[in-house]
């Protein structure tokens, strides 16, 4: 005889059996329709179909869409321009065998040759897990390489009031507004941090007053932060290079050895002050209205010998000048004669190749990851723009072809 205890207990096992696989197949049909809107995005962005219906921007036409914010729009459009590249992880997300959220944290690191591998390891894992495997790692890499601390992400989180809430979004507006450039959150943020620190008053002296300590032997920097010391990228030592002052080595046979010694500044203050006059106190990429925390730039690298020199000087400010350092944009010529380029090879403030823009962007990431130095990076990927063949190539294809001409990383930068 069977009991109404019995009765409810099957009926309860039926019923979180049918909720599982209700739930079970919602996520493969969702992993498909992930896929699938991914290249309906990737295509939309390159015919410009919001052009066509009239709407300012493309993020705009997406948000009227999906809802999606910004940064959802240009994650979904990184990750399907990565899965053109990548057919076992587009074929998994297809068939739902992996969630979007899983393959968008591969797709930060896997390439071909790779793949498969990341597939593999990622078989049966959380997407924080994933996340955690990813995190300091380059593209390209292996799962079993070593992250590099330089390229981890840290999160600031706050829970504030209305009131500074509205302040905090009106102060990144008009930061954005004064750059005249497309300045994401860390972007904003450096900015904001710089102004708040301020820096000399005197136009003659570094405005790049963040202290960083260098390896002498592999040019690892670590950045001063409250009591810590952060890894910071080779871009950050690149920025401080430009426009530094150095401590000398404290000696440990005398302790009066350096007693008056001042920091010593690589660019004389009498040239620092003309380039900012010429330059009429504000960033020389055009339509950039930043005229506050400027730093100097070399032209010519003072990793690749470049002089203290008017005609290889430029004012710009923070923003752009890790962009410069970064490979997101491309500074030719000399002072008086200059030209700023996207990363796509277009002048600066033509109509954009995004997905071009992207490719070379993480290849030179990439590059300077592996400890190349940014000349020879830079200059390799000048020789493969002029390739007919790679202009619609995928990074992992730039990848492969500029480790061929790379023969070997740099060991250190100047100190």
């Not at 052009?51 to 914010?69: A, N, Q």
């Not at 065998?97 to 498969?116: G, I, K, P, Y």
């Not at 049966?124 to 495997?133: D, I, N």
């Not at 830079?378 to 730039?398: K, P, Y």
């Amino acid at each position: 005889m069977v009991g109404m205890n019995d009765v409810n207990v099957a009926a309860t096992a039926a019923d979180w059996l049918m909720a599982h696989e209700a739930l079970s197949r919602l996520a493969r049909q969702r992993a498909a329709a992930d896929a699938e809107e991914g290249r309906w995005l990737l295509a939309a962005q390159r015919a410009a179909a919001h052009v066509h219906l009239g709407f300012g921007s493309f993020v705009e036409y997406v948000e009227r869409l999906f809802g999606y914010k910004p940064r959802s729009t240009h994650e979904k459009l990184r990750v399907a321009a990565a899965l053109e590249s990548l057919p076992a992880l587009a074929r998994v997300l297809e068939d739902g065998r992996l969630n979007w959220s899983a393959v968008r944290e591969l797709t930060r690191v896997a390439v071909a040759e790779t793949e498969q591998a990341w597939l593999e390891i990622a078989e049966g894992k959380a997407v924080r897990e994933l996340e955690e495997l990813v995190a300091g790692k380059q593209l390209g890499d292996t799962p079993s390489a070593a992250p590099d601390p330089a390229a981890l992400r840290h999160v600031l989180r706050f829970e504030v009031t209305a009131e500074t809430f509205a302040l905090m979004r009106e102060a990144m507006a008009e930061l954005r507004r004064r750059s005249d450039a497309a300045l994401s959150d860390d972007a904003a943020l450096l900015e904001m941090a710089r102004h708040v620190l301020v820096g000399p008053g005197d136009d003659g002296r570094s405005s790049y007053q963040i202290a960083l300590s260098v390896c002498p032997a592999c040019s690892t920097a670590r950045q001063a932060a409250n009591g810590q010391l952060v890894t910071v990228g080779p871009e950050a030592l690149e920025k401080a290079l430009c426009d530094a002052q150095h401590l000398p080595p404290l000696e440990h046979d005398s302790a009066s050895a350096h007693v008056g010694t001042r920091a010593q500044q690589d660019i004389p203050p009498a040239l620092r002050r003309a380039v900012i006059h010429r330059d009429h106190r504000r960033c020389r990429v055009p339509g950039c209205k930043n005229a506050i925390f400027l730093d100097m730039h070399h032209l010519r690298l003072r990793t690749e010998g470049g002089e203290h020199s008017a005609a290889n000087l430029i004012t710009v400010c923070s923003a752009h000048h890790d962009a410069l350092h970064a490979g997101r944009l491309r500074a030719e010529g000399n002072a008086d004669a200059l030209r700023l380029l996207h990363a796509d090879g277009r002048a600066y403030g033509q109509p954009q190749q995004p997905r071009v823009i992207e490719v070379k962007t993480k290849v030179f990431s990439g590059l300077r990851g592996l400890g190349f130095r940014e000349g020879e990076v830079r200059t390799v990927m000048a020789e493969l723009g002029q390739r007919a063949e790679l202009r619609d190539a995928s990074a992992e294809q730039w990848l492969r072809e500029a480790l061929r001409r790379l023969h070997r990383p740099a060991t250190h930068a100047r100190p």
